[in-house]
């Protein structure tokens, strides 16, 4: 057996065992007469998901067909697949996994506890289009602009292209906003049909020159650790080194932690959050 052949042996025999678990009334549908076998029947998988009874039952038997993503998002919904189950489903048929909707994911109360229990050292969680979703108390004593925001607005590339603090705040300004776009792109490309991300682009772009034209250079870049300075308006110059961390319990999100890189900026972080 190739390893194609097996991929769809085990993909027929996946499909079978999530469709055992679904009854009826899981999906609203009446029992119906005695079932020989639990769980659903192919053909009303088939119909709830928007596809045809003989294509689902080829799927399900492992048979060479062509599927396309929208159709396995349909039968994953169907199935009521969790995450790592819908993952294994894209494997299995060969597909490459559609990107989570950087809105979508939730910080769970466990990573606040990780957040908090970081305590002199500021730590924000964001998700790959650079949105603020939560923060401990020492990010919030060091970036109130962030943690103080409306919702639209708490968007670290927002602030530091288009708030007028950030361009004295920020002294290594030209290389960090060039890497920061350079991995926001390579996020983007991920998105590019979302009409979500086009917005958010169309809007930084006629709102930042500086942005538009780190745009247009197209550079791409990994996440990575960074060096990070800035001149807080009383306390002066600060530095810090920024670790990324990517939470697999909430995809394409990741938690910054700032480390201070001198005694100095320990004591004024310490001394912001009072």
């Not at 401990?136 to 602030?159: S, V």
């Not at 169309?202 to 550079?219: M, N």
């Not at 996440?223 to 308006?233: D, L, N, Q, S, T």
């Not at 306390?235 to 394409?252: K, L």
Request: charged share 25%.
């Amino acid at each position: 057996m190739t390893v194609t052949e097996a991929k769809r042996s085990d993909l027929a025999a996946f499909l079978r065992s999530r469709r055992a678990r679904i009854t009826p009334e899981m999906v609203d549908l009446a029992p119906g007469p005695r079932r020989r076998t639990p769980g659903l029947r192919r053909e009303e998988v088939a119909q709830l998901a928007g596809v045809g009874v003989t294509w689902y039952t080829w799927l399900e038997q492992g048979r060479p067909i062509n599927v396309s993503g929208q159709v396995l998002d349909a039968v994953s919904r169907t199935l009521r697949l969790d995450h790592a189950e819908r993952k294994h489903l894209f494997w299995l048929a060969g597909q490459a996994l559609p990107p989570v909707a950087a809105d979508s994911a939730r910080v769970t109360p466990e990573m606040q506890a990780i957040l908090d229990q970081l305590g002199g050292m500021p730590a924000t969680v964001g998700n790959s289009r650079c949105d603020a979703l939560a923060w401990n108390a020492a990010y919030a004593a060091l970036f109130p602009e962030i943690a103080e925001a409306p919702e639209d607005e708490r968007n670290t590339l927002w602030q530091m292209f288009v708030k007028e603090r950030w361009r004295t705040t920020l002294l290594n300004r030209c290389s960090e906003l060039a890497r920061a776009v350079a991995v926001f792109r390579g996020s983007y490309i991920r998105h590019a049909d979302d009409p979500g991300w086009q917005d958010f682009v169309r809007r930084l772009c006629g709102a930042s020159a500086d942005f538009a034209q780190l745009w247009a250079r197209q550079d791409v870049a990994e996440p990575g650790p960074r060096v990070k300075v800035y001149k807080h308006e009383t306390e002066g110059e600060i530095r810090f080194s920024t670790t990324s961390f990517a939470v697999s319990a909430a995809p394409e999100t990741r938690m910054i932690v700032y480390t201070p890189l001198d005694d100095r900026t320990r004591e004024v972080v310490s001394k912001l959050m009072g």
